[in-house]
């Protein structure tokens, strides 16, 4: 597969410091900015799916009547942090 190229970028001389001075060993300016847009786009992509779940959700629950209640939800949520936190520690 050929290789495409992004547009040349213009920032200021500050931004580019900034940049290149969180460079990890070996690590090039380039490379930094193909992993940046990489990361953008799986987390644009990701909030994107996130948002048309949520919406499917609150369709069905109109439609249903059928609703979770704050306090669950939270709940949950503790529980996910809780062992997401467990996970970490390992």
């Not at 690590?27 to 990361?39: H, M, P, Q, V, Y």
Request: overall charge positive.
């Amino acid at each position: 597969m050929k290789t495409a190229s992004l547009p040349s970028l213009r920032v200021n001389p500050e931004l580019r410091s900034a940049a290149e001075s969180v460079l990890q060993e070996g690590e090039t300016l380039s490379g930094f900015i193909e992993d940046s847009i990489r990361s953008n786009i799986e987390r644009r992509q990701n909030q994107k799916v996130f948002i048309a779940r949520g919406l499917l959700s609150r369709e069905k629950a109109k439609e249903t009547g059928e609703y979770i209640s704050e306090e669950k939800v939270l709940t949950g949520l503790e529980a996910m942090l809780a062992k997401a936190k467990q996970q970490a520690k390992r």
